[in-house]
């Protein structure tokens, strides 16, 4: 079959596009940026990717004609500002607008369980989409789900954030709330399974896990996998947004996300019964299992998609490759550069930079500036990122985004999703046995003049002792 692939570069599709592709399928994925999406690891001949976007309907043209089914995957709920339902009703109308100029046969959507009379914004924006996305032109498909439990996964690395950093939580009350949590593999043999099967045309089915469980519960049990002791507390008092503020300040997550979250947590989600596991064969996998699951994953270093794949600066939607090219005139730059002897040494240092491994000098300064970040509303220091030795175009690295790695090539490019006033780049490129380190600012008037001026004198000390740290001999072991 020839099937169209939304959202190829965010959390589900990354995770469902290798499955498509043993499964023997031809695969187009719809994609905003090419430069975003590595598809070395691929097949090429059953691979083919377009630029479009479906907020852009001029764009669309570039969705072949021939295709068999279709996967909507797309959500804008960590969208800035408040206006997603207007983005998410628009995408799905020029979708289904342009695949019903095609011979597409069946459309396999994922959004969420929506079982209770007072939905949050999110799950009522899910149903919109559900209901547009219904046509004569062909058969709907639709699966249901609530908290998916993987690595990478919002979920997972909220929960994962609350447990190992508060022993004791003062918590809002929506943590009673019931859901239902699915493994993201289930999730993947769910959305693989349904495809071409006409049993399933024009349905929808919920889809979860085993185990009814409150957020209460799910938090204790991830602090049992983990060998942790954990005290929650319930308190009636903590509003929306005072919850909000918890989430974001404890947790990875963007505030625009954790008031989406948060509003959604407060609503249960429960699966209406359905025979669709059966059906599948699929074997509903316990939270438990999930979790150790998730965590094999990311001991191993094999996770393939994160939450934060998802772009989260307004100035990326227009593509990395208008950032690519690093400005000149009207910078500011602090440039260095060291000898080095070994350069592969030198580049699995740099390629392995941030999250786990820290920025190699004056990390209590950088996790200063996160917190200050996340204090005006930005991603601050905490999304780490997804492998620690392994880097692609378009993966967050706390609060960057990778703009170029190759490492052929021997230079990394990020930039900077922090707030600031003005934009940052900095670049790691070696050449002729020499590390060079650049970082960039380019202000945005008087105010990021200001900035640059008033941080001078930090970062001659801190880009002095990163590149010095990069660069140091390493200690021979005899």
Same mark, same amino acid.
């Given at each position: 079959m020839k099937i169209l692939l939304t959202g190829a570069t965010g959390y589900i599709g990354k995770r469902l596009l290798p499955v498509l592709l043993d499964k023997g399928h031809v695969v187009v994925c719809c994609v905003r940026d090419k430069q975003r999406f590595d598809t070395s690891k691929y097949s090429q001949d059953q691979l083919e990717v377009v630029e479009l976007d479906f907020l852009k309907p001029d764009t669309l043209n570039a969705i072949p004609k021939d295709i068999d089914a279709a996967y909507y995957l797309i959500h804008s709920m960590s969208a800035a500002g408040d206006d997603f339902e207007e983005l998410e009703k628009k995408s799905a109308q020029n979708f289904r607008d342009r695949l019903r100029q095609t011979d597409v046969q069946q459309v396999i959507y994922l959004g969420g369980i929506v079982n209770s009379k007072e939905l949050s914004k999110h799950l009522r924006s899910r149903k919109q989409v559900e209901d547009i996305l219904a046509s004569p032109s062909y058969a709907l498909t639709t699966l249901r789900a609530g908290i998916i439990v993987g690595s990478g996964?919002?979920?997972?690395?909220? !929960? #994962?954030?609350?447990? &190992?950093? /508060?022993?004791?939580?003062?918590?809002?009350?929506?943590?009673?709330?019931? @859901?239902?949590? *699915?493994? !993201? #593999?289930?999730?993947? &043999?769910? /959305?693989?399974?349904?495809?071409?099967?006409?049993?399933?045309?024009?349905? @929808?089915?919920? *889809?979860?896990?085993?185990?009814?469980?409150?957020?209460?519960?799910?938090?204790?049990?991830?602090?049992?996998?983990?060998n942790l002791k954990r005290t929650i507390i319930t308190v009636p008092v903590m509003t929306p947004r005072l919850s909000s503020y918890w989430l974001y300040f404890v947790t990875s997550t963007s505030y625009q996300l954790a008031v989406n979250l948060v509003n959604s947590m407060k609503v249960e989600v429960v699966c209406d019964e359905n025979n669709l596991d059966k059906l599948l064969e699929i074997a509903l996998i316990p939270y438990e299992k999930a979790i150790r699951m998730a965590f094999d994953k990311v001991e191993q270093q094999e996770v393939l998609s994160s939450w934060t794949d998802a772009q989260s600066s307004n100035l990326l939607a227009e593509g990395i490759s208008n950032l690519i090219e690093v400005p000149t005139y009207g910078c500011f730059k602090?440039?260095?550069?060291?000898?080095?002897?070994?350069?592969?040494?030198?580049?699995?240092?740099?390629?392995?930079?941030?999250?786990?491994?820290?920025?190699?000098?004056?990390?209590?300064?950088?996790?200063?500036?996160?917190?200050?970040?996340?204090?005006?509303?930005?991603?601050?220091?905490?999304?780490?990122?997804?492998?620690?030795?392994?880097?692609?175009?378009?993966?967050?690295?706390?609060?960057?985004r990778v703009l170029y790695a190759d490492k052929e090539e021997k230079r990394l490019l990020l930039y900077a999703e922090m707030k600031l006033p003005g934009e940052a780049w900095l670049e790691f490129r070696i050449a002729g046995n020499t590390l060079y380190q650049v970082a960039t600012f380019r202000p945005l008037g008087v105010w990021g003049r200001l900035y640059w001026y008033a941080l001078l004198p930090f970062h001659a000390f801190i880009f002095k002792g990163m590149i010095d740290k990069i660069t140091e001999k390493p200690e021979s072991t005899t």
């Open positions: 996964s919002a979920s997972f690395e909220i !929960i #994962r954030d609350l447990v &190992e950093k /508060l022993p004791v939580m003062i918590a809002p009350k929506w943590l009673n709330t019931r @859901t239902q949590p *699915i493994a !993201i #593999r289930n999730v993947i &043999e769910f /959305l693989s399974g349904v495809l071409g099967r006409e049993e399933t045309y024009n349905k @929808t089915y919920d *889809i979860g896990g085993p185990q009814v469980l409150t957020y209460r519960e799910m938090l204790l049990k991830f602090a049992e996998v983990r602090d440039e260095r550069s060291r000898h080095v002897e070994d350069e592969q040494h030198i580049l699995d240092r740099v390629w392995s930079i941030g999250g786990k491994t820290g920025w190699y000098y004056g990390n209590w300064l950088w996790e200063v500036r996160g917190f200050l970040d996340k204090l005006v509303g930005g991603v601050g220091l905490r999304r780490g990122r997804k492998s620690n030795t392994e880097i692609t175009a378009g993966d967050s690295l706390d609060f960057w």
